[in-house]
């Protein structure tokens, strides 16, 4: 591409951003993990239409930082080489000058971007970078930007931020904040939280575009696959069965697909950041890498496709609000989130560092049943015995006591309070 028609897109892009009142944008938890004044690069990955580009443009002028913008997700960039590069950063400073601090916006779409990026850390500048698939930008991190990274996991809107946007309030104890509150979140289990959703008056038609878009931009066409149709399939049957163990083999006799291919299509899929999964935990590494259970990033891919089949299980749409809630509270403490299941027992989640757990928690729309309520006091108890932890919390939609059996102390806790938790 000529260096003139580089400018030329980077000036359009310029003005739109400028354009942009981030004032009225809320505010996201993850900023407070990006630093201005890091020679690191500042590096948001997640799930398209999560709020990146958005999180870091809000970021940059709330602090004052002069940036040049590049939005690399625009159909006249899309033939960009690595060679063109080079021309890039010349265009950049026609239009910006001598600017220290540069924002790249999807940049994963460009081959051999870290080589680019290491070159312009090494010149001291101040680099934000955003991205929509992890392994490639881990494994590229890793590999050209060791120790010279700060990346962020940025996930759709949480429970409280849902709130926020949404004037509920969260403090109030009268029965009017109480009962809204319950209400906001009956809403968030099936409406979710990405963004642009909260204005769209066809939320179905907005989820499966957005759908459909990661699963052929994000993969098919990424990692060259040629049966689509196949991933597409596998995608939505998975997003139907979310809070599940995944299996290969089911899925591989389901859609006629070896259970290699199952395995590499799963790991496609949480590379785009459509799902997430939380593995076994065990001492023994092989079990870990061997069970895993199966998340949507976000309820809304569950129960907002136009082709969905997904029942309306509240419990698992609960259960999988409070997954992704422990991944951003706790992935950039370097602490981990498994499951445990034998034959007496499971719990839903462990929290781990170090090798150490140090929470137990169950997850359950109710437990006005004596079976339901028996069954997740069980798990939390025997696993508070196997595991030597002593921190049980069972969440539910709005029951809150505490409850004393075998010396264990487990905390019922509400789930429109939990959520709002400062962990």
């Known amino acids: 591409m000529l260096v003139e028609e580089l400018a030329t897109i980077i000036a359009d892009q310029r003005e739109e951003i400028k354009s942009e009142d981030m004032s009225s944008f809320c505010e996201r938890l993850e900023a407070s993990q990006l630093s201005p004044d890091s020679s690191l690069a500042q590096v948001v990955i997640g799930v398209r239409r999560s709020g990146k580009s958005t999180l870091c443009t809000k970021y940059l002028v709330d602090n004052a930082i002069e940036c040049a913008f590049v939005n690399f997700d625009d159909e006249r960039l899309a033939t960009l080489q690595s060679d063109d590069l080079n021309k890039l950063l010349e265009a950049i400073y026609i239009v910006y000058g001598n600017v220290d601090c540069l924002f790249f916006d999807e940049i ?35 590999t050209h930007l060791t120790g010279r990274h700060n990346k962020v996991e940025l996930y759709p809107f949480s429970f409280a931020e849902y709130c926020l946007i949404n004037n509920i309030d969260t403090t109030s104890i009268t029965t009017k904040a109480v009962g809204l509150r319950q209400n906001a979140l009956h809403k968030y289990l099936t409406t979710g939280g990405f963004p642009e959703l909260q204005k ?3 939320p179905k038609n907005y989820i499966d575009g957005l759908f459909n878009a990661i699963i052929r931009n994000d993969i098919a066409r990424r990692f060259k696959i040629r049966q689509e149709e196949i991933l597409r399939k596998m995608a939505a049957y998975l997003a139907d069965n979310f809070a599940q163990e995944f299996s290969a083999t089911v899925i591989g006799k389901l859609f006629g697909i070896s259970n290699h291919t199952a395995d590499k299509y799963f790991g496609y899929l949480k590379e785009a950041f459509l799902f997430v999964g939380v593995k076994k935990f065990s001492f023994k590494a092989r079990e870990r890498v061997c069970n895993e259970k199966c998340y949507v990033v976000d309820v809304a891919m569950a129960s907002e496709r136009n082709d969905t089949f997904s029942l309306e299980n509240l419990g698992w749409r609960l259960e999988n609000v409070v997954c992704i809630e422990l991944l951003r509270r706790y992935h950039h403490q370097y602490a981990e989130i498994f499951y445990y299941r034998e034959k007496s027992f499971d719990v839903d989640f ?34 508070a015995k196997k595991f030597n932890c002593r921190k049980l919390t069972l969440i539910t939609f709005n029951t809150e006591e505490v409850i004393e059996k075998d010396n264990e102390t487990i905390h019922v806790v509400p789930a429109t309070k939990w959520l709002q938790l400062d962990m």
Not at 111 to 136: A, C, D, H, M, Y
Not at 351 to 377: C, D, F, H, P, W
């Open 108 to 142: 994963q779409n460009v081959e051999s971007w870290p080589l680019f990026v290491n070159r312009l850390l090494r010149q001291k500048k101040r680099i934000f970078l955003t991205g929509s698939n992890s392994k490639l930008l881990s494994n590229e991190l890793i």
């Open 200 to 202: 769209e008056d066809n």
């Open 350 to 383: 462990l929290v781990a560092k170090n090798g150490m757990v140090q929470e137990l928690i169950q997850v359950s729309y109710k437990i006005t049943s004596e079976k339901t309520r028996q069954r997740e006091i069980n798990g939390l108890v025997q696993g």
